[in-house]
């Protein structure tokens, strides 16, 4: 077989490894190093470079190295006049030595005369510049025949494929991120907004101080019990947080009544849940239907609430959801003209309005939660930190829910002896 024979079918294989580098999923700096080892193998140089070129910082990045000596230098910026060069050569092989008359060959002369570099290929990729090869001299010392020019030019392609390919996803990679990052933070101010909002509906109500914010802690305490999506409990936390915001417009010697209000006044305050409706209408609420929760919010399932007296099926899922949260924090804070009633009265109270007033499954959701909590299943006492220490303590709650959860008696020694009802 002739000499130059063998050769091309050198460079073939050598080609057509260098394809398969660059389409396998080894790493990037892998592909890169072996990328330089094949070309400097099938021409016969003995050092070399691949650089990859940063179109932010204007300068190309050395990957893989071999042999340029410790004080190559790893950064080589370019100027405007050399990136307009780069690209309009494509990827013909250029000669260090012709190629002084540009900016960037003038800046790392030295370095380049150091390294005794004889060749430059920008890697110019569907017209951009992605990165660089530089080689030495033949280590036959021979020139570079145009036959060797064209071997590196297709060479240089496959390398650039995978520069260009590892910029895009680097690109994507940080496209994603900033997507992420900005999701996040348009997720944490709408959940501040909420939490401020909450918070000023539950300024002008003295006597139930906190009740917004609580609501919205039960409704996603039940919401995760009943097996919800993540995004799907935060919604229903932010439904909790936002129910009442109607009262906003209720005057506030009826919100604040020491008394029980009158027919009149309570016409008035039963307005809130469609008030709320028209406030929360406009926004675009991305987890759950929270104007909806707001306006059906003192629906019972027995067609006997306020304010379209809907049933069962009609109410909204959530809107059930934050009734129930709604009437446990009711039952379980000091109204001006009542005190809280016990925990043993609040669940009898519960089970028996279960099918009436709750979703029976809304109700087992909130229990369960509760049970875990008390007989130490989980570690976070969101219940103590809502309801008290002594109110979680005082009477024997754990055996209390686990009864009602198993469907047995819900009678016991604390409801009878309870005369609040
Ligand atoms: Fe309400
Ligand atoms: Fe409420």
Redesign the pocket.
């Known amino acids: 077989m002739s000499e130059s024979k063998h050769k091309l079918i050198h460079t073939f294989g050598a080609l057509a490894e260098l394809g398969n580098e660059v389409a396998n999923k080894s790493s990037f700096q892998e592909t890169i190093k072996t990328s330089l080892h094949l070309v400097l193998g099938s021409l016969g140089i003995m050092r070399g470079g691949v650089a990859r070129y940063s179109r932010f910082n204007h300068e190309f990045n050395m990957v893989a190295i071999r042999g340029l000596g410790e004080d190559f230098p790893l950064s080589l910026s370019l100027c405007y006049e050399d990136e307009r060069q780069f690209l309009a050569n494509g990827l013909e092989p250029m000669e260090i030595e012709q190629a002084k008359v540009l900016p960037f060959f003038q800046v790392y002369d030295k370095s380049f005369e150091r390294a005794k570099l004889a060749l430059m290929v920008p890697l110019v990729i569907r017209d951009e510049t992605v990165g660089a090869v530089f080689l030495v001299q033949k280590a036959t010392g021979e020139p570079y025949s145009s036959y060797d020019r064209e071997i590196i030019c297709a060479m240089g392609r496959h390398i650039g494929v995978a520069v260009a390919q590892r910029n895009l996803l680097a690109e994507l990679e940080r496209r994603a991120d900033e997507n992420r990052k900005l999701y996040d933070e348009m997720r944490t101010t709408y959940a501040d907004t909420v939490k401020a909002f909450a918070a000023a509906i539950d300024r002008k109500d003295k006597y139930t101080e906190g009740h917004s914010v609580r609501v919205g802690k039960y409704c996603e305490i039940i919401a995760a019990e009943l097996g919800w999506h993540v995004e799907e409990v935060e919604g229903a936390a932010v439904a909790g947080y936002l129910?009442?915001v109607?009262?906003l417009t209720v005057e506030r010697r009826i919100i604040n009544a020491p008394y029980r209000i009158n027919a009149k006044e309570s016409a008035e305050l039963n307005k809130?849940?469609g008030v709320?409706y028209e406030i929360l209408m406009p926004i675009h609420h991305p987890y759950t239907d929270v104007p909806l929760a707001a306006k059906y919010?003192?629906e019972r399932l027995d067609g006997r609430g306020y304010p379209d007296g809907l049933y069962d099926r009609e109410i909204p899922y959530i809107a059930k959801v934050v009734n129930l949260a709604?009437s446990f924090d009711a039952m379980t804070t000091d109204r001006p003209y009542k005190r809280r009633r016990p925990a043993g009265e609040v669940f009898e109270d519960l089970q028996r309005n279960s099918g009436k007033q709750f979703a029976p499954e809304i109700v087992s959701a909130l229990f369960r939660g509760m049970l875990q909590e008390v007989s130490g299943e989980v570690a976070d006492k969101k219940f103590r930190r809502l309801l008290g220490r002594e109110y979680m303590e005082a009477e024997n709650i754990g055996s209390i829910l686990q009864g009602a959860l198993s469907g047995a008696p819900t009678i016991t020694p604390i409801n009878l002896m309870s005369t609040d009802n």
């Open positions: 129910h009442d109607g009262k809130h849940p709320g919010h003192h709604d």
